[in-house]
Every structure is written in C-alpha cells, then in structure tokens.
C-alpha cells in the first residue's frame, strides 16, 4: 500500500515544477485576470491557467506509473478502456473552461458543456444510482437525470467558490484527501489511485495559488476540480444501500454546494438572474464581518475540515449514526448561515413569519377572482357594481367610474376622511377612481395587482361586449366593427 503513496509524490513534484513554467509560458498568450476593481481586487493581470497545470501534472504522473515497476502499475493497465473513458470524458469539461477562460462563454454555453460530459460520464459508468429503490416500479431517467445534476451541480459549486486566492484549489483538495481517506479505509484501490495524483497535484499548485496568489485556477482549473469530486463522489457511494448514505459524498463536498443553493435562493428571492454575478457568496461575507482575505480562506478550509470529518464518521460508522451526523451539520449549517446575516433570508423569514407572507397570497389570490368576476360583467352596470364590491374588499370606500360615457359614483359618507387617491386611466378618456381611508390596503405589490386587474377586467368586459353586439349585425366583419368601436371611442386597438 505504501508503494501507492508515489503516485502522491510524483504528482506533487510534477506540479510544483509545472505550475511556474506553465504560468509564465502559457498565461501571458491570452489567459490573463485583468483587475476591475469591483469583483476582481488583484493590482495587476495574473495568468489563470493554473487548470492546464493541474491537468498536466495529473496526466503524466498516470503516463509515468504505466512504466513504474510496482504492483499497481498491473492494475493501471487493466483499467486502461475506463481511464481513457473518463479522459474523454474529463477533456470535455476542461476544453468548455479553456474556451470559457480564452475567448469568454456565456451561462447557457457553458451548462451546455458541463450537461454533455455528465451524459457521457453516465454511459461511461459513472453513475448516481438508487439501490434502496429496487424493490419500487424501475424509474427511467431518474439515475441518469440524478447524475448529471450531481456532476453539474459539483463543477459549478467549485467554480462559483473560486473568487479569492487559494479557495476552490484548497477546497479541492480537502475534498479530494476525504475521499481518499474513504478509499484507503473500504480497500477501495481504484478510487484511491484515482484520487491520490489529483491531491498531490492541487498541493503543489496550492504552493503558487495561495495568497499571494501569482497564478489562478481559471475557470478550467476550477470546473475540472468539481467534475473530478463529483465522479470520485459518485464512485464512493455507488455500493450505498440506504438514502442517508448517498449523502457521505455529499457532505465531502458541502461547502460549495450549499454556496451554490444559497446564491439560487438569494438571486431568485431578489428576482435577479440565476448566473448573475455578485458579491453574496460566503468567502465575500466573511469579507464584510471583517476578516481578511487569508483569514476567510482558513476560516472556510476549517468548515470544509469539520464537514469532511462528519462525513468520514459517517463511513466509518457503516452508517449507524448517519442520521444523527447529517443533522449536526443541517443545524451547524443553519447558524453558520444565521451568522453571515443574509439580508434576503432575514426578510423572507420576517414575511412567513409574521403572516405578510400568507396575507399576499391571500390578496394576489382575491385579486385574480375580482379580475375574473369583472371580466364577465356584460354591460357598463354590471362591472360598476363588480368593481364596487371589489374595491370595497380591499378597503376604498368611494369610487368613481367613467365608461363608455356614462358616470358612476360612490361617494363617502361625511365621516369618512380620505387619505389618497388612485386614478386607473382607460381608453378613451375613461377612467376609476379610487379613493382610500386610513385603513385601505395601500401596499405598492397590492395597488399595482388591484390597477392591473382592473385594466384588464374592463378591457375583457368590453371586448365581450363588442362581441356580443357584432353577433347581433347583418354579417359585418367582427375585425372591423371591434375597430371602429375603439376609433370612435378615441381608443387605441
């Protein structure tokens, strides 16, 4: 077993040699970081092709042991058709961040290319599977869906956590020794001598990436890294008989993951894009608490430390405290993520909290009755008495209504005081008027909903009634008629 530890050692001395050359060969044709002074805080361009150095390294320490007289070398040539499978496979996430780190790739391109290497992980054997499920109706696609999402989710988890020096390579490589403290544990010799090479090579770069870092992962560096977990994760788990075991690969990998579902959360919540960049994810808030950069990166190796732990407890308990252990971390999760202090969590909580929450649902779901009862109103006096009712619901007690030239009018009685009014313009210089007291609903999501409904209520109103009275013609185009009803009434179409 000793004899496995060269493999380590080969990789590490290939990458500390490599890392520089490929840094000073290689980055300055294209590859450079330039600082914006907003996401990007680096002073000068640093070459980001620290993922062609890794790849380098990783590749050549296998080239090297092929020729290495030791036992293992036996195996290597065994599972040579599956080591160039997943080289195929791999060289296709690593190509989608070259190009990404060359020229630039939009979101979609790049889900594109990570989506097509996990199919092809898939049929090359790398799989997610469900062996608790066997005695349930076989489920077509759901391993295949599962896995891809799993393979995705992990390279984009450790490229979204690259953003300060020595992060997602440091991250890499805690998560790489779990995984390969697992497979020394179980026997498990071909996850080990898959992962051994893949440790020594982000140890030799993390030499050259920490802070001050001169050289970057780049986004092949770091999407490779993810995918690279994400396989060996899945390999690790494959013989999982129960749920709760599926999450010993997972808990590996926990730190970006959760990143990666908190900036979901956080950009959906705010109703701003999924791949949208921004300053939320963790490493920028334990920056805003105060600590400094070299200090937020330990901070977070000792979270991904805790968390490998957990997980090798996990394994090593044959999974008789799985249970227990996943909620230990669940609940440290939740105060970890309590202490960062999510603006968005915070509000969203107050909502649900508080009942707003329950009492915008209940609004937005009485404004779609009230828009669909003023839709079937047939004439200008059925939708007055539609629109006052309605109104009144939400607490306007006077209201004005010009249609189709006739006026209608609620007035207040003399008690009443009004504290605003909302004016809804129509077509054809109609109108409602609205008019509120101190306890009308005067919430900005709701007013917005009650114009809208409104707007659309009297719109679909009356072209009902334009269609009812064409049907009562002599064979006049409908069309035309609707037309000229709205030019007479100064209205556009």
């Keep these: 077993m000793y004899l496995i530890l060269t493999l380590g050692i080969l990789s590490l001395l290939l990458s500390l040699i490599l890392t520089p050359l490929v840094r000073d060969v290689v980055g300055r044709r294209g590859f450079l970081d330039h600082p914006d002074g907003v996401r990007k805080t680096h002073r000068t361009p640093v070459p980001r092709v620290g993922g062609i150095a890794i790849v380098l390294a990783y590749s050549a320490t296998f080239a090297i042991a092929f020729f290495l007289p030791f036992s293992y070398t036996y195996l290597l040539h065994k599972a040579l058709p599956t080591i160039l499978q997943l080289t195929l496979v791999a060289s296709v996430v690593f190509l989608t961040g070259v190009l990404d780190d060359l020229v630039g790739l939009n979101a979609w391109q790049k889900l594109a290319g990570l989506a097509s290497a996990a199919s092809l992980a898939y049929f090359a054997g790398i799989r997610v599977e469900f062996h608790f499920l066997h005695a349930l109706p076989a489920w077509p696609g759901l391993a295949f869906a599962v896995t891809v999402i799993w393979l995705v989710g992990c390279a984009n988890a450790f490229n979204l956590i690259d953003g300060m020096d020595g992060l997602a390579a440091g991250v890499g490589l805690l998560s790489t020794v779990t995984i390969l403290i697992a497979a020394l ?243 054809g210089e109609q109108y409602v008027d609205l008019c509120g007291g101190p306890n009308g609903l005067a919430s900005p999501l709701i007013l917005g909903g009650l114009v809208q409904a409104v707007e659309h209520g009297v719109k679909n109103c009356l072209e009902r009634r334009m269609e009812i009275s064409t049907t009562r013609t002599d064979g006049e185009d409908i069309t035309v008629h609707k037309k000229l009803v709205y030019a007479a009434a100064g209205g556009k179409h």
């Design 185 to 427: 544990t179980q026997g498990n010799l071909p996850l080990t001598l898959a992962t051994l090479p893949l440790a020594g090579a982000l140890l030799g770069f993390l030499r050259y990436n920490f802070n001050p870092a001169s050289i970057f992962l780049g986004d092949s560096g770091s999407l490779l890294i993810g995918f690279l977990l994400g396989c060996f994760g899945a390999l690790w788990s494959e013989k999982s008989v129960t749920l709760v075991a599926l999450c010993v690969p997972l808990l590996a990998v926990s730190v970006p993951l959760l990143d990666v579902v908190l900036s979901i959360l956080r950009r959906y919540l705010r109703n701003r894009p999924i791949f949208q960049a921004d300053r939320g994810h963790i490493h920028h808030k334990l920056l805003e608490r105060g600590l400094r950069p070299q200090a937020a990166v330990l901070t977070i190796y000792a979270i991904c430390g805790g968390a490998a732990v957990l997980s090798l407890l996990v394994s090593a308990t044959h999974n008789q405290f799985s249970g227990l252990i996943v909620m230990v971390f669940c609940g440290a999760a939740w105060v970890g993520i309590r202490c960062l202090e999510y603006t968005e969590f915070k509000i969203a909580g107050r909502l649900f909290l508080n009942g707003r929450f329950r009492r915008i649902i209940d609004s937005e779901t009485r404004l779609l009755h009230f828009e669909k009862s003023l839709a079937e109103a047939s004439d200008p006096g059925e939708c007055w008495t539609r629109i006052r009712e309605g109104t009144n619901e939400f607490g306007f007690h006077a209201i004005r209504m010009n249609l189709r030239g006739i006026s209608f009018e609620n007035a207040p009685s003399a008690s009443t005081s009004q504290v605003f009014q909302l004016r809804i313009a129509l077509p």
